[in-house]
């Protein structure tokens, strides 16, 4: 049977043409389908129209006992033949259907709250970029980021929720969680509640608890603690990290301001616990960070305010 019979066959319907074995193989297909997958069932109203009509027809005085069973063993026969048609031919729609994305952006030193349509929260960092599909609700739910993404995910067990960064893929099995995939810095993935997958180039690193984090380079991913404030704190406008690189730090600040730090000193020693409110100016950042400095101490300077160098 070819792939659009379901669909002649409800055109048919819709025409009032049907024969009473193509009612039932009507209904049939449609029990079975709404089992399978909700989403492939006809609407509402059609599928009491059809249970009328069959009901209508069972009932009816002029038709034989013997001939009605035979007819319902012919359509029977023929259901799976049927299913299984426009089952592929939905797959095969949906693989080559064109999906319109809705593309959510932030700028320099902005922070911007989403809530997507099946309620989930996810906030952006700045210079980021959130992506999801026109179709989010109907499918698997999946986002793509660039950039920085905290993410606060209404659960729904039927409907995954996946977030793509780089070669970066999230398979979310819990709620609370941020994503970092900026370009020329490490990736990083850490959860402040719930668990999640991680898959990097579709080689699964692990699941991460709440609390966890991985930093990943294309040699190796780094596995280690962390706690929900240092996780979230960025979504407020501050910056709360503890026992972290300076490296890490700066990369903060780059992304956040839109600036850049040359180092002409060694800094991959050191490591800072950092508290920066909103309320202050990137100068003020940077004058903590150098009065509290020991080895090395650091001084920075600048000519323009978007390059920095680290002495």
Request: proline share 3%; net charge positive; aromatic share 10%.
């Amino acid at each position: 049977m070819e792939k659009n019979a379901i669909y002649q066959l409800i055109a048919k319907y819709r025409a009032g043409k049907c024969s009473v074995e193509e009612v039932v193989l009507l209904m049939a297909w449609m029990d079975k389908m709404h089992a399978a997958t909700p989403s492939a069932a006809l609407p509402p109203e059609m599928q009491e129209s059809v249970k009328q009509t069959l009901l209508k027809h069972i009932h009816a005085d002029n038709v034989k006992p013997l001939y009605k069973w035979k007819r319902w063993v012919a359509a029977a026969a023929i259901l799976p033949v049927l299913a299984f048609s426009y089952w592929q031919y939905q797959q095969a729609s949906r693989k080559t259907e064109t999906l319109a994305w809705n593309k959510i952006s932030t700028g320099l030193r902005e922070v911007k709250k989403v809530q997507l349509p099946d309620g989930s929260l996810v906030w952006l960092n700045a210079a980021s970029t959130l992506e999801y599909a026109s179709n989010f609700n109907q499918h698997d739910r999946s986002v793509k980021v660039y950039g920085q993404a905290y993410f606060d995910v209404h659960q729904d067990s039927r409907h995954p929720f996946l977030v793509e960064a780089g070669q970066l893929r999230v398979d979310v099995l819990g709620t609370a969680f941020s994503v970092t995939s900026i370009t020329g810095q490490p990736a990083r993935v850490a959860v402040a509640t719930g668990k999640v997958q991680v898959t990097d180039n579709k080689q699964v690193l692990g699941v991460l608890h709440a609390t966890e984090q991985l930093l990943i380079t294309p040699e190796k991913a780094i596995y280690s603690k962390t706690d929900s404030t240092t996780i979230s704190s960025w979504t407020t406008g501050e910056i709360v990290l503890s026992d972290v690189s300076l490296q890490q730090v700066l990369w903060e600040l780059e992304n956040y301001y839109g600036i850049q730090f040359h180092s002409e000193t060694d800094i991959s020693r050191c490591r800072l616990n950092i508290n920066f409110s909103k309320a202050m100016t990137l100068q003020n950042k940077l004058d903590i960070i150098s009065k509290i400095s020991i080895s090395p101490k650091l001084h920075f300077h600048t000519t323009d305010h978007k390059n920095y160098s680290i002495q």
